[in-house]
């Protein structure tokens, strides 16, 4: 059986995806690219001082001329994309704000993706969350119907094949029950990505009314809101992660549930707790959690850790490029 990778290379190889990198002058992004380049998966394109990303390729043995090389300071559309800047943000900036935004790279590399000279981008190994967002949030913009976006992790174990969706793990602190509800619907969404027939739980500490509080309330009304917008979706709460994910544990506390049991997408009802379980996955059950994967947006941007490795980079590009093909 392939792994989860070897799926998603054959959803993107030969479909020529171009991918921003804005860090070229951090040599795990530059390596991971020029794997990408190598391999023939992804058509990567690299921001910066053209002799410095050419300088660290040689370093580690890689001289393809073709690999497309951009520095933001020379080039020659630059004031073309700041007019183009200015008329995307109505009345927000001026062309002295884009001339300032535009020589940041990541609000140039997302401004390559919004003009169509991109598929996506990936950044972060050097950026904030904050940094890599923003730019995406205020150019690209949310799908319509999503007021914001969310981060989710894809929680793989390549030895068992084992493949779960956690939501929302990175940016919403505490989403109402609308929010929570699109969150769940838009994290389906994602899933299909990764070949899952997506089948959502909301979690809570209470299964089916089995307590009660204003925290289980807000996850009641977002499973409501979200069938209301999902109705084909197999999707229920509110869920205990037992009831949720163990078929024992389901017939006995949600007995009648679609879901219960059998659920492969995992919607957390805060950022806290969305945190905290990945990470206990992550940790105790040896699952590889790969993430933020950001959804929601018209056009994917997805943001690193800082901690990032060669070979995380390189993952998530493959996902960028996968969500740029699904779309």
Sequence with gaps: MRGLFGDLRGKIVGKNVKIVFPEGIDERVVRAAARLKFEGLIEPIILGEDAAVRNLLASFGFADPGITIINPEEYPEFEAMKEKFVELRKGKATMEDADKLLRDVNYFGVMLVQLGLADGMVSGAIHSTGDTVRPALQIIKTKPGISRTSG????????????????????????????????????????????????????????????????????????????????????????????????????????????????????????????????????????????????????????????????????????????????
């Design 152 to 327: 989710v992790f894809l929680m793989n174990r390549e030895n068992t094949h084992e493949r779960y969706i956690f939501a929302d793990c990175a940016i919403n602190i505490d989403p109402n029950a609308q929010e929570l509800a699109e969150i769940a619907v838009n994290t389906a969404e994602t899933a299909r990505i990764f070949d899952l027939d997506p089948k959502v739980a909301l979690l809570s500490f209470s299964t089916m009314g089995s307590a009660r509080a204003p925290q289980v309330d807000k996850v009641q009304e977002a499973t409501k809101l979200a069938r209301e917008l999902a109705p084909e979706l197999a999707l229920d709460g509110e869920l205990q992660f037992d009831a949720a994910f163990d078929d024992v544990t389901a017939k006995i506390k949600a007995p009648f549930s679609p879901v219960a049991g059998k659920a492969n997408v995992f919607v957390f009802p805060d950022l806290q707790s969305g945190n905290i379980g990945y990470k206990i996955a992550q940790r105790l059950g040896m699952f590889e959690a790969i993430g933020p994967i950001l959804q929601g947006l018209n056009k994917p941007v997805n943001d690193l850790s800082r901690g990032s490795s060669a070979e995380d980079i390189y993952k998530l590009a493959i996902i960028t490029a996968a969500q740029a093909v699904e779309k």
